[in-house]
């Protein structure tokens, strides 16, 4: 979730995706702001041109899932859970009219667990372990080989990585899981997301 990534996206130099200009315009309408960023949105492309199974927790308007049809092999599929009915409902929509192979369901992060196991998973919506609460469990997420995408961190400035004077648990626990293969990416002066690959052994 990006506090102004709605806007982020209308403003810039309009070679937007025509799906995701038109999930970001939807967003902007219904006034929700927390859309993904721009520059998160091209690694989520780039990443799912590899993937057969994609998932997304937080689907909010469908922006950065838009990124991810755009970057979808003819054959693959994707499910997007959205806890907030209304936004579940237009999403669900608008993906059910222009891309038949996305699924977007209403539930909290925990209902992607259903869908699974992929080969790309992105936490947007809860399971990141963040403010508290339960971090997913990459092992029954993803296939050998998949990988995990967890987004809206600032880029770390040293070891061990801080946050608000003290050590970033959230992300030291997918940097350190002993599952993964984790690598933080800084994509603006002030974004950073982290991508994690399940190990094969």
């Keep these: 979730m990006s506090l102004d990534g709605t806007r982020a996206h209308l403003r810039g130099p309009g070679d937007l995706p025509p799906l995701v200009e038109r999930a970001a315009r939807t967003a902007r309408q219904l006034g929700f702001p927390y859309s993904c960023r721009p520059e998160q949105g091209r690694l989520l492309r780039a990443l799912a041109a590899g993937a057969h199974r994609i998932g997304e927790t937080g689907t909010g308007l469908g922006v950065g899932l838009g990124w991810l049809v755009t ?13 907030d009915p209304e936004r579940a409902a237009k999403a669900a929509w608008l ?11 209403c539930g909290d992060w925990t209902a992607i667990a259903a869908h699974g196991p992929f080969d790309l998973l992105v936490l947007d919506g809860g ?9 997913a469990d990459p092992v029954e997420l993803l296939r050998p080989g998949g990988v995990l995408v967890v987004d809206d961190f600032t880029p770390a400035a040293g070891r ?8 970033d648990r959230a992300r030291l626990h997918w940097l350190e899981h002993p599952a993964l293969r984790s690598v933080e990416i800084p994509l ?14």
């Design 95 to 105: 993906y059910s009219e222009l891309a038949p192979q996305v699924t977007v369901e």
């Design 160 to 167: 061990p990585p801080v946050h608000d004077g003290r050590p």
């Design 127 to 135: 399971g990141q372990g963040k403010d508290g609460g339960p971090a």
């Design 188 to 201: 603006a002066p002030d974004l950073a997301a982290l991508v994690c690959t399940r190990r094969a052994d």
């Design 71 to 83: 970057g979808m092999r003819a054959d693959a599929t994707a499910v997007s859970v959205e806890r």
